[in-house]
């Protein structure tokens, strides 16, 4: 899937990008931000895929309105079996052309956990999206926990994926006020609209090559 990236690079430009694929459990609404963002050419990267775990998640709709190809793989029969499902994820993102050596994977809102096989096949290539400033409220509820800790600002952290819970190296974060009559879906309407913007900034970034990893430290080049 070229998007419109095809209409503006010369096939052999094209072979030089890198390929992402998407990981989805429902709403989409990063995923969308990430795949518009790439049609108004602001991120150099080839979407080839939107992989799902639910059958149902909306965000199937909007990739194949976007114009990017969608693949279910339902996760409710692998209870138990983490590396088992994780292998036919990967499959079907190298079928895709999202390889260890030339690709990228987004969590949007894929609601899993994902094996310490995967994570080492594609080392330093899996990035996620967390609503909070991590390493505060990792985990499940993340707005719900700044609210209940009384905490006055949260946010959200876009980070690579390593073996522990939202605990990889963090890459870009945004900072949103906890207002004081601020309920779980007041703040996580805006902490999305943050989420919407620097998960598209991050890929960028990373597209571009202009990020260095040193330790846990992402340092950002000019
Ligand atoms: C987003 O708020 C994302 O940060 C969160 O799920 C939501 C998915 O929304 N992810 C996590 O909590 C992961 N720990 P979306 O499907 O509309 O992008």
Redesign the pocket.
């Known amino acids: 899937m070229l998007t419109n990236l095809s209409f503006i690079l010369t096939s052999d430009q094209m072979k030089l990008l890198q390929n992402l694929g998407i990981l ?1 459990s ?6 969308e931000a990430i795949l518009k963002a790439i049609k108004k050419q602001k991120i150099p990267i080839n979407p080839t895929i939107v992989i799902s775990n639910k059958p149902n998640a909306r ?1 199937l709709k909007i990739a194949q309105r976007l114009g990017v190809k969608t693949l279910v793989i339902e996760s409710k029969n692998y209870k138990g079996k983490r590396v088992q499902y994780d292998k036919k994820i990967i499959s079907a993102l190298e079928q895709n052309g999202v390889t260890a050596k030339n690709g990228f994977i987004c969590l ?2 894929f609601m899993r956990i994902i094996s310490p096989y995967f994570i080492r096949k594609y080392k330093n290539r899996i990035l ?4 909070a400033l991590l390493p505060a409220y990792p985990g499940l509820d ?1 707005q719900k926990q700044a609210i209940q800790n009384g905490a006055k600002v949260s946010g ?1 952290t876009v980070h690579f994926v390593d073996e522990g819970i ?1 605990s990889g190296p963090i890459i870009l974060q945004a900072v949103v006020e906890v207002k004081n009559n601020d309920t779980e879906k007041t703040l ?1 309407k805006r902490i ?1 609209e943050k ?1 919407h913007v620097i998960y598209p900034e991050a890929i960028s970034v990373i597209a571009r090559k202009k990020i260095r990893l040193s330790g846990r430290r992402v340092r950002m080049l000019n």
Do not use: Q, T, V
């Not at 429902?26 to 995923?31: A, Q, V, Y």
């Open positions: 989805i429902g709403r989409g609404s990063n995923m965000g949007a809102g996620n999206i967390h609503p993340a959200c939202d996580s999305l989420e």
